[in-house]
Structure formats: C-alpha cells, structure tokens
C-alpha cells in the first residue's frame, strides 16, 4: 500500500507540475492574452518605482498583487507587506473603519504565500473577523449595527475563506451567517447595494456594479466552502507535453470534487438557494453589461468580477472581453486609478489579469482530484476487469479478522471504494474502522488510518496522533497524510512523509529503528503541538502536552 501511495503522489506531482489552468499567469509565463501579460508587466513597473509612494495601509494589498504576478516572496515590497500584515495579524491590531479590509487582505497574503510559517497569525485574524462579525452575519465598521456593508463583508468571508484554506480553525456559522445576510437583504433586482436598507455611499441605495459583483463573490465563495465546489468548474490540462499527457477535461461536481470544508455541518442555506442568488447578480450584470466601468471604485469592479466569474457561469469571453475594457483605463506609467488611488487600482488590476481567484481554485486541489478521478485507471493500465467489492461495510466485515492474502480483494481495492463511496457512507463506518486499529495487521491499521483521515473530522486528530507513534513505518506515514488532510495543510509542516527518508537502503535494523523513533518523536510533537493551538478550550487537560515530552 506504501508503494502505492508512492506512485499515486508522483502522479499528482506531475498533474500540479505540468497542468496549468488556461489564463493563469505563474512565475511570469503567459496568461494566454499577451496583451494583457504586456499590461501587467507595465504594472508591476510601477508599482516597483522607486518613486511610487506605497501607504503603509495599501502594501498589503500591493505586495499581493505583486506576488500574483510572479513576484518573489522575499522581493522588498512583497517581504514588507508579508511582515507587516503578519505583526499586524498576530496581534490582531485592526482598528477603525478599514479593519475588516485590512484582516481581509491580510489573511489572503499570509494564507497564500506560507501558510505554516504565519498559521498563528492567521489563526488570530480569524478570530478577529469571526468576533467583528454582526448576529446577522454582516462586517460593519465597528462603531455601527444598523446596517451591513456588503463591500467590507466581502472582506470578511475573503479574509475566513483564507483561514480555510490555511487549515485554521473557522466556524461554519460564520460562513452560513454570512450567506443569510446576502440572501435576505439583497435588491428586489437581482443586485446589491452598497450598504442595504439606507441611502449610503454609491447608488444611494440602488444596486450598483461593485457591490452586486462584491455580494456574488461572497455568496459563490460561502457556497464553495459549505456545499463544494459547482458542476461547471473544470480544470483542462494543456496540449500534449512530452509525448505524454493529452489535453483532458474534467468536470468537478460536489461528489466528485473535495466537498465542503465542514464536513457533518448542516448548512441553513442549502447550495440551490446559493446558486440561484448568484445566477440572479449574474443576470442582473449581464442586462447591464459593459466592459468599461464607469463607478467611482472603477478598478474594484474588475477583481470582484473576477471572483463571480470563476467561481460562476459567465459569458464564455468574460477574461477577454472585460480584460479589453480594464485595458482602456491603465496610464501611460503603466498605472490604473481608482477612487482610492493609483497604487490601489493597479493592484485590484494585477489582480484581474492574473485571474488571482483561479490561481486559489487551482490550490484547492482540483488537480488532486482530477489524479484522484483516474487513480483506478493509473493502477489498472490494461483495462482488465475489476471485482465488484459491495457496500463498504461489507467490506470492512470481511477485513475483520481475516488476512488479506485469504481475501479476493487487495489494498487497491480498499483504496478505491473508500476514494469513491460516498462520505456519507464513509462517516457512518467510523466506529468499524476504529476498530482496525487496534488490528495487529499493519496492512489493516493503514487502510483504517487512510480511510478515517478521509472523513476530514477535525474529533479524528488525537487518533490520528497515536498513528505517528505506530511501531510500524508505513502506518506512520498514513497517520501523518490523514493529519495533513484534516488540517489542510498539504507540507505537514515540513515533516518527510517516510519517516526512513534519506535513510541508507543497507541500514542495519538498529539504525531503522533509531531514525524512525526519531521522527515519531517530532511528527508527534510538532503535531500535537499545533493540535493544542487549534483545539477547543474545554478539551484541554495538559496530560498530552506533558506526554509530547517524553521519548
């Protein structure tokens, strides 16, 4: 089973390594519209001029732009707002009417560019939001409740969406809370205004363009979170690389994709109910469409854009034809103004053109699954029939007990039904596969720790923690990829997922021993660790801590 775990991840390290999405700029190579890699280029010059003045309150945002653009994270703008949305998200020091903004934009950076360096951090800055947020589920500047802002709550669930995908711990409420206020108090139109039941700002209390666009993105991303990523996201492999790889394309509806980050949660807002308050902002867009806008925060149009419509059916030339219109408004130094400045706009422009939204889709594992969806194929080259294996539980009651080599199945098998049943079924079995366990086959313990790691629920960490301390090698290493899976946190902080890595193949067994009991001895600290930062409070009794200590 350990051979195949090994072969299955070289195969997905070459679909993340070769499949790059069409339209997604990465290390500076083509976003497929040269005119618009030409635009961003002009804007990273500018905003890399030594004699553009960044406030210290938008280089954040800057450094995120920049850094979707290619930049290096230890380039000086980008290593700036890196440290200072870090400090600033470890005291969580928001205050004043941009603190949702700034958490927002802060957790983005931080969550992008590591992270398991700035976990603290934006373990923190969820916190924060999750305690800004109104009962209604709404992010206001924090001297007012009467109403919402669905500008600053598009910060809010950006900033939370970030946390996510950083394995932080986030309330499904919040998520669910934030979707209630979008649902309820959205225009009779289809759109949003900027603040709902008032007169505010743009619009006076009309829907307008940035905040139907802005109330969209928010309601796609909660929808995402709760319920899984929409039938139409798909992820299409480039033409034939090497001989090898032809160009494929795969649909990725809920059960076939990673499914909601919540698993067990029971979602107020079902995802129909989601869906169809987004077709509504798109309908509400495209009756009014054109590729040049005309709002005050003109350049914020076109990243909120961006988010609907990847997240979103839009017109099937959405990039180009608004990407031609956001080119109108760049200067000749390579600048786009907005409402809010040149720095601001440029960035919201990088933003665009990078398609900054699908470079986070394509972090979220829609490659690993696209591997997942042809892992029977990748074993089984020669097309030869497969055994029907039956339910999982019957599955399960005939592993009991019994040797593999005495069953007409293998581990492939196992793997298999456990990849493609339903998670339904595969959370009702819980306490069956608790029960391998303690199984004295190893076999058996690692198809138990697999499967129950694939459950994704978070209660799972302290059985999970006892599979780093295995006596054997392999059923470590399931323990640890189920912990990465639950946490969402793909480099497991670093830890080598064989804990014989680099070990010499002539090794005497006394030296196996001592490097793999050295490494059970850090994966269960390092682990335990992280797992006593993120539990919650009445669950902690310090015996554990205490045992991380001892060899």
């Known amino acids: 089973m350990r051979q195949l775990r090994t072969l299955v991840c070289c195969l997905l390290a070459l679909v993340v390594c070769v499949f790059v999405p069409t339209g997604v700029r990465a290390d500076k190579g083509d976003s497929g519209v040269p005119r618009f890699d030409q635009a961003v280029d002009r804007a990273v010059a500018f905003l890399k001029n030594p004699d553009n003045r960044i406030a210290e309150t938008h280089l954040p945002l800057v450094a995120y732009a920049l850094m979707k653009a290619g930049e290096p994270k230890d380039s000086p703008i980008v290593a700036r707002g890196i440290a200072m949305s870090k400090a600033r998200g470890e005291a969580a020091g928001y205050i004043g009417y941009e603190h949702v903004y700034q958490a927002g934009v802060d957790a983005m950076l931080l969550a992008d560019s590591d992270p398991d360096a700035h976990f603290a951090a934006l373990q923190s800055i969820a916190r924060y939001l999750q305690s800004a947020q109104n009962t209604e589920g709404f992010w206001m500047q924090p001297e007012r409740t009467d109403t919402g802002d669905v500008s600053m709550s598009q910060y809010g669930v950006l900033g939370l969406w970030a946390a996510v995908r950083a394995g932080c711990q986030v309330s499904a409420q919040a998520l669910d809370r934030a979707a209630s206020f ?25 829907s307008t363009h940035n905040m139907t666009l802005a109330g969209c993105g928010s309601v796609s991303v909660v929808r995402l979170l709760l319920h899984g990523p929409k039938a139409h996201l798909k992820k299409e492999a480039p033409e034939k690389k090497f001989g090898v790889l032809e160009k494929v394309t795969t649909d990725l509806d809920v059960a076939e994709a990673s499914g909601s980050a919540f698993p067990g949660y029971k979602a107020t807002n079902n995802a129909g109910a989601l869906d169809d308050r987004a077709e509504r902002a798109i309908e509400w867009n495209t009756r009014r469409e054109d ?49 809010s400045g040149p720095n601001v706009g440029t960035a919201f422009a990088i933003l665009y053109f990078t398609r900054s939204t699908q470079q986070v889709l394509g972090g979220l594992g829609v490659g690993e699954q696209t ?28 592993i009991e007990g019994q040797d593999f080599a005495s069953l007409d ?61 295995d006596p054997s090698v392999d059923v470590n290493a399931d323990a640890l990829e189920a912990l990465k899976f639950i946490a969402r946190k793909p480099r497991g902080f670093g830890l080598p997922s064989n804990p014989l890595d680099g070990l010499e193949e002539d090794a005497s067994e006394e030296r196996r021993l001592e490097v793999a009991n050295a490494w059970r001895t850090k994966a269960y ?25 001892l060899p």
Do not use: C
């Open 182 to 206: 979008h649902l309820k108090n959205g225009s009779g139109d289809g759109g949003w205004p900027y603040r709902p039941g008032t007169t505010e700002g743009p619009g006076s209390g009309m």
């Open 291 to 339: 590729p040049i806008s005309k709002e005050a925060h003109r350049i914020y149009f076109y990243y909120a854009l961006e988010r609907a419509a990847s997240l979103n059916k839009f017109r099937s030339d959405w990039f180009t034809f608004y990407g031609d219109g956001l080119l109108t408004l760049q200067a000749e130094d390579g600048s786009f103004a907005t409402h």
């Open 371 to 398: 591997g997942n969806r042809d892992l029977l194929k990748f074993m089984n080259p020669d097309g030869r029939k497969k055994k029907e294996i039956g339910p999982l539980d019957e599955l399960l009651a005939a």
């Open 409 to 469: 199945i293998d581990t492939s098998d196992i793997v298999e039904k456990v990849q493609f049943g339903s998670p339904e079924e595969l959370v009702g079995q819980v306490e069956n596969l608790k029960k391998l366990l303690k199984n004295p086959d190893a076999e058996k313990r690692q198809v138990a720790y697999w499967a129950l790691g694939r459950t994704g629920d978070f209660s799972m960490v302290p059985l999970m923690l006892e599979g780093l301390r």
């Open 525 to 549: 600290k390092v682990w335990g660790n992280w797992y006593t930062s993120v539990r919650p409070y009445q669950e902690r009794d310090g015996l554990d801590e205490l045992l991380r200590e």
